[in-house]
């Protein structure tokens, strides 16, 4: 599992560009019960403070998930979300921004049955000179006990 101690202090990335297009903003307002206008009424948004829909930040945040995937080389055993220190919005992402994420590994620490990584996180938009997230994830890398693979 030491793939990720190869990795301290490396920058990865950036990686590909995603669209954060209307419909990934309005299937995510639906999924988290969060249609605030600025986010789904692009009539009402664009006469609000951004000129547009805006995606959530929690949106913005998740994204980091499979942006960093993108750039992981294969890890033996499986990644989960343990926490994230630190998040901040600096700017939104305007509804059809193209966002990439540039990552680091920060520290791997061995824990009970696996591995705590911290990763730092900075996701950002085309066109938008601040950046659209910048966090602190934490990780867990854990063995691979799933029926598949157990003995």
Do not use: L
């Given at each position: 599992m030491s793939a990720l101690r190869d990795l301290v202090d490396v920058e990865l990335g950036p990686t590909s560009w995603l669209e954060v297009s209307q419909e990934r903003i309005d299937r995510f307002a639906q999924a988290t019960d969060d249609p605030q206008w600025i986010h789904v009424d692009p009539?009402?948004?664009a006469s609000g403070p951004f000129g547009t829909t805006i995606a959530h930040g929690f949106l913005t945040l998740s994204l980091?998930?499979?942006m960093l995937y993108e750039l992981l080389p294969p890890v033996d055993g499986m990644?989960?979300?343990?926490?994230?220190n630190r998040v901040r919005?600096?700017?939104p992402v305007p509804s059809g921004g193209q966002v990439r994420g540039r990552f680091r590994v920060?520290?791997?620490?061995?824990t009970a049955g696996g591995e705590r990584a911290t990763v730092e996180a900075v996701v950002e938009c085309a066109g938008v000179e601040k950046p659209v997230c910048v966090a602190e994830l934490v990780l867990l890398v854990l063995p691979d006990i799933s029926p598949q693979t157990a003995s």
């Open positions: 009539e009402r948004a980091c998930v499979p990644v989960v979300n343990y926490g994230v919005f600096p700017a920060t520290s791997v620490e061995d």
